[in-house]
């Protein structure tokens, strides 16, 4: 059989290719000149190390010897935990990363997955440097593009980017450091121990100096170090540990760094898509004689989610799109509010099962909201699909798959379709999803041109992935002020995982027992970390037709808040403060020491005017733990405010403490936003929200003027760090606003 139709074959039942439904007139244009991806850097002049899994044994059993042994992913394996499991799934192709050091002394890594802000590239480049002895400024990190070969080990999700690559890429730094100071000493007929390593340099004892750049090509040719290629100790570190400035902040804020829209692909003609009002909807028919009456308009192009308009310009694009008349077919939810949605998932919460009997108990119910990712750039795709090969360029976080489903979608096989992976401006969880890419993609090919696709706000609020809404059941039973059972049930809505791990092989497997899947992502990342008898957490999954996905963590935004305000309100049953009272019963004492700190810091406990009152709350997860006090004053109702924050984190080694701030601020922004205000809302089939005006995501007056990050010492390995933080913040927020209002948290947004 041909091999790239028995490719298409087997993707094919499990992916939605817009255009293979909607196959009417296209119109038809001469092709422009071709693009070309970036071209690879040449062997020869260079020293690359290219290890692949047979060749890591190789480098490990020579180069390293038994310390990289025992370095080894596996042995990272320490609990059923998320992360543990995805370093496991990719430890096979972990050591598959290209490191160059070019003769201008350029040292450029490629890094298997996607900077969407949460600054990886800088706390990539900062290892690099660190296990290397290079200058900083001499690591440049790119972004790979799409390589199958990683199986399970290219996808950007589950705060883990840093978690799995801390270990590869030190080992294969301190392996090229180890090469060029072989290098070095066969120049000079010196011992290589003698030698020293600098900002990119080697040194000799009697003042002796080579560049990396001048020793790549001898060190080319080491096939075996004659030092050991072993990674710091952390007391040797000079550049991990140390607050840096993102490599590329000057880049961001002066307008140079590049996203998908920027890209200067030759031809690239600006592309929009009519959507249907609903969500799910349809063209049943359309006319497009007054859009194509309008200057600019190159072709309309139905596809199976709406009408492609390709322009001169974007703005001719926009209007062509307005000018469109079509009739739609109501998406499958018409008829279907947020009322329907909240009463079947209150229905489908499953039964508590401990009696209150002999004790007394604490009973709520919570209610979550869908909530949009709401990235600040919204989707973009640029592609290329001409001569049976296309290239497409957009900010992807699992580009293997989308590769993999471009080409079954396209019908080319797949290694004529390349992806490359462009920096995104945010995520939390949207760029999973490869929309616009495979929209672009199939426009592409049907009008013979490359086209430059572009998602609206309102394309991304009303037709985009959202976080499920949720309904929760909690109780818990207490005897002589002893906790004796904690019971939580979730239903929510279905959570979209068919992006499995990146690749399809995990993504049919989830998209053909997705209950399964959202099972297992529950239970390896729910864990409650107090000390309260029997507990019970289970989850029930309602599968509706809606466009869902994972937001900044999976299920822990809502199930953290629960907890956490179920912990004050036990607490207040009890006739406990609830910081004392939840020291009492964590059991971990790394939680302990941050709930210690922000008190200490926060001055937990001090006098404050009437409806101003602190809030408090702890999540652990990733192989990482965050507490959060925030100060909210509620003097007007309809508007609080968070006045003040502190947080303390222990997230293990911290490569940046500045990024790591970053991401705590970050979080705690997010927590503000949809603890308080922002929600999606679904009105007869469609969501109601279109843009920043009515899907309210917190402003600079919301954000509190007061904050203070207190980076806790940690353990060997880095924990996560960019999803920590939202369900402590988030639950502080809601705690602090029940105390100072007398208002019970309980439903999500509080104010919307």
């Known amino acids: 059989m041909d091999k790239t139709h028995s490719q298409a074959a087997f993707y094919t039942w499990a992916i939605n290719c817009p255009g293979k439904r909607a196959m009417d007139a296209t119109t038809q244009s001469s092709a422009p000149e071709r693009v070309d991806a970036p071209s690879q850097p040449q062997r020869r002049g260079f020293l690359a190390f290219l290890v692949s899994a047979p060749a890591l044994t190789v480098a490990v059993q020579w180069g390293l010897g038994a310390q990289a042994h025992a370095a080894s992913p596996e042995a990272r394996i320490d609990g059923p935990d998320l992360g543990n499991v995805l370093i496991l799934a990719g430890s096979l192709t972990a050591f598959d990363l290209v490191l160059t050091i070019a003769p201008d002394g350029g040292v450029r890594l490629e890094l298997p997955r996607a900077e969407v802000g949460q600054g990886i590239t800088t706390a990539a480049a900062m290892i690099v440097a660190e296990e290397l002895d290079a200058a900083l400024g001499d690591v440049d990190v790119v972004l790979s593009r799409a390589r199958p070969e990683l199986l399970f080990n290219q996808l950007t999700g589950s705060s883990n980017t840093m978690r799995s690559l801390w270990r590869p890429l030190r080992i294969v730094a301190a392996a090229a450091r180890a090469r060029l100071v072989t290098a070095a000493a066969h120049r000079w007929q010196l011992p290589a121990s003698i030698l020293a390593t600098r900002d990119s340099t080697v040194l000799a004892p009697d003042g002796r100096r080579a560049t990396y750049g001048s020793l790549s090509a001898d060190a080319a040719a080491v096939h075996v170090p004659v030092v050991p290629a072993t990674p710091k100790a952390a007391a040797q570190y000079r550049v ?313 963590g999976v299920f822990s935004g809502m199930t953290g808040v629960v907890h956490e305000v179920m912990v004050d309100a036990i607490a207040a049953r009890l006739g406990r403060d609830p910081v004392s009272f939840r020291r009492s019963r964590l059991r971990s004492t790394r939680a302990v020491a941050a709930l210690d700190r922000v008190a200490a810091a926060g001055q937990w406990g001090r006098a404050m005017p009437a409806r101003h009152a602190q809030g408090v709350a702890i999540w652990e997860e990733y192989g990482s733990c965050v507490a959060y006090l925030v100060e909210i004053d509620c003097t007007a109702p309809a508007a609080p405010r968070v006045t003040r924050a502190v947080v303390a984190a222990d997230v293990g080694t911290v490569i940046n403490p500045r990024g790591l701030e970053a991401q705590l601020m970050g979080a705690l922004i997010d927590g503000i936003s949809v603890t308080l205000y922002a929600g999606l809302h679904i009105d007869n089939g469609a969501v109601r929200e279109g843009s920043f005006a009515d899907f309210h995501y917190a402003r600079m007056r919301q954000s509190p003027p007061r904050f203070e990050a207190h980076i806790l010492a940690g353990a060997d390995e880095p924990g996560g760090a960019g999803e920590l933080g939202v369900p402590a913040a988030a639950a502080a927020v809601a705690n602090a606003y029940a105390r100072a209002t007398g208002i019970p948290a309980r439903r999500f947004p509080l104010i919307g």
């Not at 840096?244 to 880049?251: E, F, G, I, L, P």
């Not at 359309?286 to 322009?311: C, E, F, K, N």
């Not at 290694?415 to 969880?429: E, I, L, P």
């Open 240 to 552: 991990i540990g140390t607050p840096t400035t993102r490599v590329d902040a000057r880049a961001i804020v002066t307008g140079q760094a590049r996203y998908a829209m920027d890209l200067p692909v030759a031809g690239a003609l600006p592309t929009v898509v009519a959507r249907a009002p609903t969500l799910n909807g349809s063209v049943q028919s359309y006319s497009d004689a007054a859009a194509r009456l309008l200057p600019g308009v190159v072709a309309i192009v139905p596809i199976d989610s709406g009408i492609a308009v390709v322009a001169e310009t974007f703005d001719q694009a926009l209007k062509a799109r307005d000018a469109l008349q079509v009739t739609w077919r109501p998406g499958s939810l018409v008829g279907v509010s947020d009322a329907q949605i909240r009463a079947q998932l209150r229905n489908a919460v499953p039964p508590l099962v401990v009696p209150p009997l002999l004790s007394q108990y604490v009973e709520a119910t919570f209610d979550f909201s869908f909530v949009s990712h709401a990235p600040l750039e919204t989707l973009g795709a640029v592609a290329d699909v001409r001569n049976g090969r296309a290239q497409i360029w957009y900010a992807g976080k699992s580009p293997i798959i989308a590769q993999e489903t471009i080409a079954a979608c396209l019908g080319i096989p797949l290694w004529d379709v390349t992806v490359n992976v462009v920096r995104g401006g945010g995520s939390f969880g949207r760029r999973l999803f490869f929309d616009a890419a495979l929209e672009a993609a199939v426009i592409s090919q049907r009008i013979g041109r490359p086209v430059k696709l572009l998602w609206t706000r309102n394309d991304d609020t009303r037709h985009g992935r959202m976080r499920p809404a949720s309904f929760h059941r909690v109780r818990a039973t207490h005897l002589l002020g002893a906790v004796l059972s904690y019971e939580h049930r979730m239903a929510a809505v279905r959570t979209d995982l068919g992006h499995g791990i990146g690749e399809a092989i995990s993504a049919v497997g989830f998209a053909a027992a997705p209950a399964l899947a959202g099972q297992g992502f529950y239970h390896l990342t729910q864990k409650i970390p107090y000390e309260f008898g029997v507990v019970t957490d289970l989850l029930h999954e309602v599968p509706l037709d809606l466009p869902t996905g994972s937001w900044r």
